[in-house]
């Protein structure tokens, strides 16, 4: 049985050079690869292309690589608090592809299983479909480069519109449980985009919790195939309880 156990995250990012493609797991702060993330800032890469959900926070997550000016194209499907992002952007120092949340998951899964493009309905009628959506502005605010249209096709009286699916160089996820042959389990809200990404990876790199031998996961309970996983890293128990919170709510006290 093959191990993909790598003895540090230094080792697991050591190939990843400029201009790679990578996509990353993660929703706001829930199961990002904070620790993949950290060590691939450590080793420079730049120029990196980057397809995630929302490409971390102001000072977390990819937040590290953007603020360094490592990241020069990034596919998500939000901006939300992310004031750096959002300068960049409109800056013109970022090219971005902003795409529908449920579309942007099933290009990734869609890649990774093999089809080359798919219809959707969401987009339809809106500057996804047309092309309009700028991707890069000039330093005077400006847009220069805008998306590309997507064709339109009619099923059983609905309208859809065409999406190309997207696989990248790497992938980066975080899991709660995986074993040495890289079969993974995601807890709760930490499944949300980690699977997609990982499939949508030619090399993913998994970051996890705890590893098991081979054979101690319940094939039932196995969120990603080790099919998909080229290697794994074992996080330390500090680095495994370093679980942000991105908007802590509370009622005051009577």
């Not at 926070?57 to 953007?66: P, Q, R």
């Amino acid at each position: 049985m093959i191990n993909k156990v790598v003895s540090s995250p230094d080792e697991a990012v050591a190939d990843i050079g400029d201009g790679s493609s990578i996509a990353v797991g993660g929703f706001g702060l829930v199961g990002v690869p904070n620790v993949l993330i950290k060590a691939l800032f450590n080793k420079g890469s730049k120029e990196l292309r980057v397809v995630s959900n929302n490409c971390g926070v102001d000072g977390g997550g990819l937040g590290i690589l953007l603020e360094a000016g490592r990241i020069a194209h990034v596919t998500a499907s939000y901006i939300g608090t992310n004031k750096e992002f959002e300068r960049q952007y409109l800056e013109g120092l970022i090219e971005l592809e902003l795409t529908p949340q449920g579309t942007l998951a099933e290009k990734m899964r869609s890649g990774g299983a093999g089809i080359p493009a798919f219809y959707t309905p969401a987009g339809v009628g809106t500057w996804v479909e047309s092309g309009e959506l700028p991707t890069k502005f000039d330093g005077a605010g400006n847009a220069i480069k805008f998306g590309k249209p997507r064709p339109r096709r009619e099923f059983h009286g609905e309208q859809y519109i065409l999406e190309e699916t997207i696989t990248t160089n790497f992938a980066l996820v975080r899991a709660y449980k995986a074993d040495t042959q890289g079969n993974c389990i995601f807890r709760k809200s930490a499944r949300n985009f980690n699977p997609n990404a990982a499939m949508a990876g030619r090399i993913t790199i998994v970051e996890a919790e705890e590893i098991v031998e081979a054979g101690q996961l319940d094939p039932e309970s196995i969120h990603l195939p080790g099919i998909y996983v080229k290697r794994v890293v074992q996080l330390t128990p500090e680095e495994s309880a370093n679980k942000g919170i991105e908007q802590l709510t509370v009622r005051k006290r009577a």
